[in-house]
T-cell receptor
């Protein structure tokens, strides 16, 4: 099966930067997704990487290294509303999607 | 608002009850999914439908029975559940079935007593 690892919890201060790492081992690779899920709400799409490098979208950036099986989601200028769970998901060579267990980020004032 | 609506938001049922979860998407997507989300665990794919046809059953026990009458609606019929089935059940849709960007509903929080 597929193996997706990400830290369980992270805490940071408002205005700071947090980097959420995700490592994966899959049979083939057809892209990596990041989703944000606030407590009691639907997961929502944040980013998609299929080629190596950094994708920037406002305060959020996502990086991918296919050779290392590694991605990170970078959250800059943290705001209280960024407190949520962040899910890493990888699509394998058969286009099957596997999720990590999620990283709960807590932003403190 | 993601364009995917799930009802009910919360459900408590006994092990002998029969209940159904409903999902509706207003996005014109062709693929719909049921996922199970348990605390501290990865999302588990249960079923996939593409153009109303079931294309994947991820070894789900028969006490969970999906139904997809059209591309916009998806049901999950529940019968004789176990306490370990208590979880958040998420519906999702995507334009095609190759697991591109998923749009999720807010889920049904199910408690089996």
């Amino acid at each position: 099966g597929q193996n997706i690892d990400q830290p369980t919890e992270m805490t940071a201060t408002e205005g700071a930067i947090v980097q959420i790492n995700c490592t994966y081992q899959t049979s083939g690779f057809n892209g990596l997704f990041w989703y944000q899920q606030h407590a009691g709400e639907a997961p929502t799409f944040l980013s998609y990487n299929v080629l190596d490098g950094l994708e920037e979208k406002g305060r959020f950036s996502s990086f991918l290294s296919r050779s290392k099986g590694y991605s990170y989601l970078l959250l800059k200028e943290l705001q209280m509303k960024d407190s949520a769970s962040y899910l890493c998901a990888v699509r394998d060579g058969d286009y099957k999607l596997s999720f990590g267990a999620g990283t709960t980020v807590t932003v403190r004032a | 608002e993601t364009g995917v609506t799930q009802t009910p938001r919360h459900l408590v049922m006994g092990m002998t009850n029969k209940k159904s979860l409903k999902c509706e998407q207003h996005l014109g997507h062709n693929a719909m999914y049921w996922y199970k989300q348990s605390a501290k665990k990865p999302l588990e794919l249960m079923f996939v439908y593409n153009f109303k046809e079931q294309t994947e059953n991820n070894s789900v026990p028969s006490r969970f029975s999906p139904e997809c009458p059209n591309s916009s609606h998806l049901f999950l019929h529940l019968h004789t559940l176990q306490p370990e089935d208590s979880a958040l059940y998420l519906c999702a849709s995507s334009l095609g079935q190759e697991n591109e960007k998923l749009f999720f509903g807010s889920g049904t929080q199910l408690s089996v007593l």
